[in-house]
């Protein structure tokens, strides 16, 4: 189901879903009150849903299909609508898509991004496949002191950190580094929320800035984040897996600055980024630890991680946050 209060946009969605192998679009939509009619003669696999309408917007649509239906939403959002966005990730929308700035020249990009998130988030099109977790590492000791943490998440991410980051104790004397797939922008509000949520302080990473102790970084959208000695370093080199940021890169460099004493934590997404960096950090010491699949909207970055036998603890997203706020206080 296509949800937007401009028949254009309707047309121009329905347009490029169509034209994604195994997808078509059942049904439209021109308002929430609309969709929420529908829904209850037609069951569609997933929905997409305008963030800016008129009348009932996006956030009361998203919260009232919540409501009423077990249907997974991705949210279809312009820079305008930033903070409503976050706000609907938060209240269970699956994942979103930038809507494109130029509608009379759609670049392709829009299209593979928006038919490989709803490939990934419904079952029907993508068959998550069984696979035993195991690790090559299991009964690895976990380190006697950490010194930093690193997290990478895609789609689930959003919703997933903003329960993790409740976790951090005020305790917190260590530096920890996020990588969540998102693009420019979006990452801002999202960091704000992050903070307003948190019992400590949450930033939105700044090219060249000093690592300070107990405070969380967030990679901002369209740049890659490392960790050079002190300092945070921010790239607008070529993607890494289709994505800027990445997780590997944070991964891999965070790795040489810490050691043995750096635990990676990957989360919900689609795809394989982290997985390799994970390898790194497993072949200098550290600790792994990945989202299990019950608890991943998307079990696609810790199912890789995991084939590599790099992960030391599969946890559920409860689990780890328990971890997280148990290493801060008995191991920083």
């Known amino acids: 189901m296509v949800v937007d209060d401009s028949a254009f946009m309707r047309k121009v969605i329905s347009d490029q879903i169509n034209k994604i192998p195994n997808l078509s679009v059942c049904v439209t939509a021109r308002s929430g009150e609309d969709a929420l009619h529908k829904l209850n003669k037609v069951k569609p696999d997933l929905i997409t849903l305008d963030i800016e309408m008129t009348g009932m917007n996006g956030l009361e649509t998203l919260e009232k299909i919540k409501t009423e239906f077990d249907i997974p939403v991705i949210m279809l959002s312009s820079h305008s609508g930033e903070e409503m966005t976050i706000t609907c990730l938060e209240k269970g929308a699956m994942d979103f898509v930038e809507k494109p700035a130029n509608l009379s020249d759609i670049e392709e990009s829009f299209t593979l991004e928006l038919g490989s998130k709803i490939k990934s988030i419904v079952p029907s099109v993508e068959v998550k496949p069984v696979m035993k977790q195991v690790s090559d590492n299991k009964g690895k000791a976990f380190p006697t002191q950490i010194k930093a943490i690193v997290i990478g998440a895609s789609t689930g991410g959003p919703k997933a950190l903003m329960q993790l980051i409740k976790c951090i104790p005020e305790s917190l004397k260590i530096p920890i580094f996020i990588v969540q797939h998102m693009p420019k922008g979006f990452t801002k509000s999202f960091s704000n929320r992050l903070n307003q949520e948190a019992s400590v302080e949450v930033v939105e990473a700044t090219h060249g800035e000093m690592i300070r ?24 080199e ?37 997985a390799d960096g994970m390898k790194v950090i497993s072949e200098n010491g550290g600790f792994n630890i990945a989202q299990n699949r019950e608890t991943s909207v998307v079990y696609g970055m810790p199912r890789r991680a995991a084939e590599l036998g790099v992960v030391d603890e599969v946890l559920s997203l409860d689990m780890i946050g328990t971890k997280i706020d148990w290493m801060i206080r008995v191991k920083q």
Do not use: C, N, W
Not at 213 to 236: C, F, K, N, W
């Open 238 to 274: 070529e993607k890494i897996h289709s994505v800027r940021p990445a997780v590997d890169p944070l991964f891999h460099s965070a790795s040489k600055v810490y050691g043995k004493h750096l635990v990676g934590v990957i989360l919900t997404g689609m795809g394989s980024d982290g």
């Open 213 to 236: 102790p107990g405070v969380v970084y967030v990679a901002p959208g369209d740049y890659h984040m490392r960790i050079d000695g002190r300092t945070i370093q921010l790239s607008e």
